[in-house]
């Protein structure tokens, strides 16, 4: 069964620290890719970044980047220099390449404290 | 480019009724999916329609079902509800689904009472 685990159901972090949100996954497909989603208050779901299973290198956007270990199933968030605007729910999730389903992790809530 | 739009966005309804969601997806969009976000359950794939046809249905009993018309847009519909069915109803549109990004809409807000 394909399957997504986040195992933290809260963190909280300061303002402009770094902060690191775990996700492990359980598959037996060789293609397919991983994301993250932030959803703010305000419902709408938001794709924060993406990782090919493929690919080697670490996915980065701006002050998002992620830990792709693929032996190990495991796919972090790393966010950098922390804003109050990324106080949200993050959801980690995965998609079979030949398939349009996605499987979403329970979500981390994520406080930024000023 | 107007994003998804999905109506209404809160809903009350009455055990035993059935209720009608609407989702317009970005245009040009062919794909959209359904999912279910519950406190318990998380967010649960419903079902994908792509070009009027369903491709794709996850677990979830007959009640729910949906539709695609021809300008892709979709509903879905719950019948006869129960407190269970109580969640955000979110809605994802793609260009082709599969190996495209999905973007979503804010979602309906159902309360069974």
């Known amino acids: ?114 | 480019k107007a994003g998804v739009t999905q109506t209404p966005r809160y809903l009350i309804k009455t055990r035993g009724q059935q209720v009608t969601l609407s989702c317009s997806p970005i245009s040009g969009h062919r794909s959209v999916s359904w999912y279910q976000q519950t406190p318990g359950q998380g967010l649960q794939f419903l079902f994908e329609y792509f070009s009027e046809t369903q491709r794709n249905k996850g677990n979830f009993p007959g009640r729910f079902s949906g539709r695609q018309f021809s300008n892709s847009r979709s509903e879905m519909n719950v019948s006869t509800l129960e407190l269970g069915d109580s969640a955000l109803y979110l809605c994802a549109s793609s260009l082709e689904g599969k190996n495209t990004e999905a973007f979503f809409g804010q979602g309906t807000r159902l309360t069974v009472v």
């Open chain 1, 1 to 114: 069964a394909q399957t997504v685990t986040q195992s933290q159901p809260e963190m909280s972090v300061q303002e402009a620290e770094t902060v690191t949100l775990s996700c492990t996954y359980d598959t037996s497909e060789s293609d397919y890719y991983l994301f993250w989603y932030k959803q703010p208050p305000s419902r709408q779901m938001i794709l924060v970044i993406r990782q090919e299973a493929y690919k080697q290198q670490n996915a980065t956007e701006n002050r998002f980047s992620v830990n792709f270990q693929k032996a190990a199933k495991s796919f972090s968030l790393k966010i950098s220099d922390s804003q109050l605007g990324d106080a949200a729910m993050y959801f980690c999730a995965y998609r079979v390449n030949r398939d349009d389903k996605i499987i979403f992790g329970k979500g981390t809530r994520l406080h930024i404290l000023p």
